[in-house]
């Protein structure tokens, strides 16, 4: 399960799944325990996987020891989760956004060109490669930890930045941090200086989270969700050898959420299925599998970060920060809020907007929900600004990475 070997303690792959378990309610315990990190709604791997990298920091300063991790079954966990986001992506949903929805995902398209642009950018100031930009781009920020810790390993062995997961995660966490402190500032300036009020009086809807957790689970929809993921991923292996053989190079777990998507939107609910079901779309089972298989894989890529590779770089990466964040302010007090009708509802999209710039879509909701609770619901927030977070954003990433580090890595 571990050894030691040459200044080593190498940690096999069940050990490591266990201790990311651990590591997972360490960090409900925390986040619970401690208000500051419920208030920023950092996520609980991130709280429990940060503890423990920093503890292995620790002793390796203290004592010269690395600690390293087997993460063969980590990435299967990132390949399960982005097939639930495959699977769980309807294009009919395109429809209920309507023009705002299309406003707002044109102006987040052309924000993550200037986002990676920014990153790339300072990079060369510094006189490091594109590549480490594009970590403190949109493979970190609009991306998230699991697009970063996704992407990082491809980075480090094709352009030699040999601490991409660490620069990743570090960008993904301090973006997370400045997401969660400036959405609902910005509202709440832009509703005092316009004097804005919603146009009607109605009830909070913060999505579907809470109808999906009344709803019960056996071990058939379990079993049922499990059957279609693995049957996405299957397509998702023939998809990534035709790419192959098409010359480009993409991970698999890009494939199979294209393969999700594919089967997802083609294949009629009312197909015939072995298990006599519909095809799980958006089930309390595929939600949960998908929560399981991120939070797992977070809390594993966490800890296992080699934090003392990061030093030589800190002033890369806070500059880099700092661009991002005066840019992602900017964009979105003169640029997003004109542009979805400088009205209330503007408003609380820009408080999301700022969630996603920097941050990730739990984040987008936690301050539009702050936003809405104080000043008054608006339903087409919640509509455009997930869809955009949680759907649009990994499909164009998944296309605009690989064409940056192609083109400035």
């Known amino acids: 399960m571990f050894e030691?070997?040459?200044?080593?303690?190498?940690?096999?792959?069940?050990?490591?799944v266990t201790l990311g378990i651990v590591v997972l309610f360490v960090g409900k315990r925390l986040n619970d325990a401690i208000g500051f990190l419920?208030?920023?709604?950092?996520?609980?791997?991130?709280?429990?996987?940060?503890?423990?990298s920093v503890l292995f920091g620790l002793l390796y300063a203290a004592s010269g020891?690395?600690?390293?991790?087997?993460?063969?079954?980590?990435?299967l966990l990132l390949v399960y989760f982005f097939t639930t986001i495959g699977i769980n992506a309807s294009l009919v949903d395109l429809k209920a956004g309507g023009k705002p929805l299309v406003i707002l995902l044109s102006i987040t398209i052309a924000y993550m060109f200037v986002q990676n642009l920014t990153g790339i950018s300072?990079?060369?100031?510094?006189?490091?490669?594109?590549a480490v930009g594009m970590l403190g781009g949109t493979v970190s920020l609009i991306g998230g930890h699991g697009t970063a810790i996704a992407w990082a390993p491809q980075i480090a062995q094709d352009f030699g930045v040999a601490n991409a997961m660490e620069i990743g995660i570090a960008c993904a966490t301090f973006g997370l941090i400045l997401a969660s402190l400036m959405g609902g500032p910005i509202a709440k300036f832009l509703i005092k200086r316009y004097d804005l009020k919603p146009a009607h009086q109605e009830a909070q809807d913060v999505g579907m989270t809470e109808e999906q957790d009344k709803r019960g689970i056996n071990h058939l929809d379990f079993l049922d969700a499990i059957l279609a993921i693995h049957v996405s991923i299957l397509l998702g292996l023939v998809l990534n050898e035709l790419v192959a053989d098409m010359g480009l190079k993409l991970p698999m777990f890009v494939t199979?959420?294209?393969?999700?998507?594919?089967?997802?939107?083609?294949v009629p609910k009312s197909f015939p299925r072995i298990s006599g079901r519909e095809w799980p779309t958006r089930t309390p089972a595929m939600a949960l599998i998908a929560e399981i298989a991120l939070g797992t894989f977070l809390a594993m890529s966490l800890m296992s970060m080699q934090l003392w590779t990061l030093i030589d770089l800190a002033m890369p990466i806070f500059t880099i920060l700092a661009a991002q964040f005066a840019i992602a302010v900017a964009v979105t007090i003169f640029v997003v809020f004109r542009a979805m009708g400088s009205n209330y509802d503007a408003a609380v999209v820009c408080s999301g907007f700022g969630g996603i710039s920097l941050g990730s879509t739990p984040t987008a909701m936690a301050n539009m929900s702050a936003v809405a609770n104080r000043y008054g619901a608006s339903h087409l927030a919640f509509i455009i600004v997930p869809l955009v977070a949680a759907f649009f954003i990994d499909l164009v990433n998944a296309l605009l990475i690989p064409f940056f580090l192609t083109n400035f890595g």
């Not at 208030?39 to 503890?51: A, D, K, R």
């Not at 020891?65 to 990435?75: I, K, N, P, W, Y």
């Open 4 to 16: 030691f070997e040459d200044g080593t303690l190498q940690i096999g792959a069940f050990l490591a």
């Open 38 to 52: 419920r208030e920023f709604s950092i996520p609980e791997p991130v709280t429990g996987g940060l503890l423990l």
């Open 65 to 75: 020891v690395a600690v390293e991790f087997d993460l063969e079954a980590r990435d």
């Open 122 to 130: 300072v990079a060369t100031l510094f006189d490091l490669p594109g």
């Open 256 to 266: 199979c959420l294209f393969a999700g998507i594919i089967l997802t939107n083609l």
